[in-house]
């Protein structure tokens, strides 16, 4: 055993005194680099020796040693704050993680005592507060023979979970459904919204912008308003529910929106009720009627559209329109809304979503996902004000106005030779830019041509601003430093194809874009 002692002391002695010598080292080395007497003996030796220009050299080293002295020591100043305040900084945490959980068993306590005033209300309204199917609204009420008037309109309460909705099943619970009697063509539709927004709202449109929302109209539910602030963007979709008699919802979009509940509610588990926005009020007052309702996602950019209204893109998608249903809860209760069936709502298809855009640095930039279902209008000038003829509102069925948007359809189609010029175009942007347009711009496109015409527009301004906003929109993402020196030959191509000057809206894109790059 004496053996293996000696033998464990030699062993183990090389660490420790490697350890010691380390620790001497540092020791002797900083010693050594703070022998102030070590430099001053230096000095004396070679002073015989130094003229004014090798003192002066003297001084500047000398300083330089002290810089550098104080630097080290500024690094260990900040070294060891930094460890103390790691150090607090531990320690706070542990200190906040001990406060959170005792405001976890806080929170579980008071749930557990909410949960027993809830049993205890409960009970006096005459339900059973175990019975599952009661609680969760689906059951059948006790008797309200001991209970006041107030205590059953109290109790009626719980079981209703819609209350915005249910009073508009007692709004509309007489109503039936209204024939206004309208006779206007799509070009007096225009004129008439021109003159109202003129006459009653000091508004002031070009023709062909609103040809263009009329248009829009037609090609899908979804309409993008863009352009810089203060173009009235939010002025023109306000303005064309005040035109139809039936007031726009405004949505405000707000930065925190990421899901659909933003834009339609949610159910709230702890007070029973659903959330109730607006937009399903509005949705919901839409089912109802043969009206033209318009909800506007005001500056609908400054959350990512493709979150909040990803599911309402695409169920508007869907051709068939009885299949046009959203969730909002997934069970059913038995004093639910007259419309909520199994916890989901028809889409009315007489809504249309005007979509507000600022592009600033405030904003996110829209997805072609969205841009490629919507009908984008640039709202970049502010156009003079015009004296008009005076126009009251108009009171006009959805049915009667997409009847009329049918009957354009059917009836004019783009010209042969227009259309045979759209295709050139089409192999020209693939081959140069590598860009091209599927079926379903090319339905819009027959669309929008046909109604923008039935307005009173004409067919190549209407292709002119359509393949402007849905197709030329989509050279901003590519690199300008490539694209840069087909600008031109491309505009020459348009001029020699359509005419010189003819695809204005597109030659403009074109020259922006170029100034840009």
């Known amino acids: 055993m004496n053996t293996f ?16 010598t380390i620790g001497r080292g540092i020791a002797k080395g900083l010693g050594h680099a703070f022998d102030f007497n070590a430099y001053l003996r230096i000095i004396a030796s070679y002073k015989e020796s130094f003229d004014g220009v090798g003192w002066l050299m003297v001084t500047i080293a000398i300083a330089f040693l002290v810089i550098i002295l104080f630097l080290i020591g500024l690094l260990i100043f900040f070294a060891v ?3 103390i305040k790691l150090r607090k900084s531990g320690l706070n945490q542990e200190d906040l993680l001990e406060e959170i959980g005792n405001l976890n068993q806080q929170v579980r306590k008071l749930m557990k005592e909410k949960d027993e005033l809830m049993a205890m209300k409960v009970s006096q ?26 205590e059953i ?8 979970r819609f209350p915005k909705l249910r009073k508009l099943d007692e709004e509309y619970e007489d109503y039936r459904v209204q024939n206004y009697g309208a006779s206007y063509t799509l070009e007096e539709v225009v004129d008439c919204f021109r003159c109202f927004a003129a006459s009653k709202m000091k508004l002031y449109y070009d023709a062909s912008l609103l040809r263009a929302f009329v248009a829009g109209l037609a090609c899908g539910r979804l309409i993008i308003l863009q352009g810089i602030s203060g173009t009235g963007k939010t002025s023109l979709a306000y303005a064309w529910g005040k035109f ?3 007031d726009s919802c405004v949505a405000s979009v707000q930065p925190s929106w990421r899901d659909k509940t933003e834009f339609v509610g949610y159910f709230n588990e702890f007070t029973k009720k659903f959330n109730e926005t607006e937009a399903l009020a509005e949705l919901y007052k839409a089912g109802h009627d043969d009206d033209v309702h318009t909800i506007i996602l005001d500056e609908m950019n400054i959350a990512r559209v493709e979150y909040y209204f990803a599911e309402m893109l695409s169920i508007l998608e869907i051709p068939n329109r ?12 038995a004093k639910d809304s007259k419309k909520v069936v199994k916890g989901k709502i028809q889409i ?5 979503y005007i979509g507000t855009i600022n592009n600033d640095d405030s904003t996110f930039a829209v997805t072609d996902k969205v841009y490629d279902r919507a009908l984008p209008i640039d709202i970049n000038t502010k156009v003079s004000p015009f004296k008009c003829r005076e126009q009251e509102a108009i009171e006009i069925n959805f049915s009667y106005l997409e009847d009329l948007f049918k009957d354009a359809i059917a009836n004019i189609t783009i010209s042969e030779k227009s259309l045979t010029k759209v295709i050139e175009m089409d192999d020209y942007v693939i081959e140069h830019f590598r860009i091209a347009f599927g079926n379903r711009i090319m339905k819009q496109l027959n669309t929008f041509v046909a109604v923008y ?37 491309f505009i020459k191509f348009l001029d020699k194809t359509f005419g010189k000057g003819t695809m204005k809206e597109i030659t403009e894109i074109i020259q922006r874009l170029k100034k840009s790059s």
Not at 5 to 20: C, K, L, Q, T, V
Not at 322 to 333: A, H, N, P
Not at 468 to 476: D, P
């Open 125 to 150: 309204l005459g339900l059973n507060p175990d019975d599952e199917e009661a609680s969760s609204g689906s059951g059948t009420p006790g008797t309200d023979e001991d209970l006041t008037e107030e």
């Open 348 to 352: 009315p298809e007489n809504v249309w």
């Open 81 to 83: 704050r930094r460890f």
């Open 244 to 246: 139809v008699r039936n």
């Open 5 to 20: 002692f000696r033998f464990f002391y030699e062993f183990i002695s090389i660490f420790f005194d490697g350890i010691a």
């Open 453 to 489: 015409v039935a307005c009173g527009g004409d067919e190549l301004e209407a292709i002119d601003y359509f393949m402007a906003r849905k197709v030329i929109r989509k050279f901003e993402q590519l690199n300008m430093m490539f694209i840069r020196d087909e600008f031109d030959p």
């Open 153 to 160: 309109e109290e109790k009626n309460a719980l079981d209703i």
């Open 322 to 333: 009885k299949e046009w249903i959203i969730e909002l809860v997934t069970d059913s209760w």
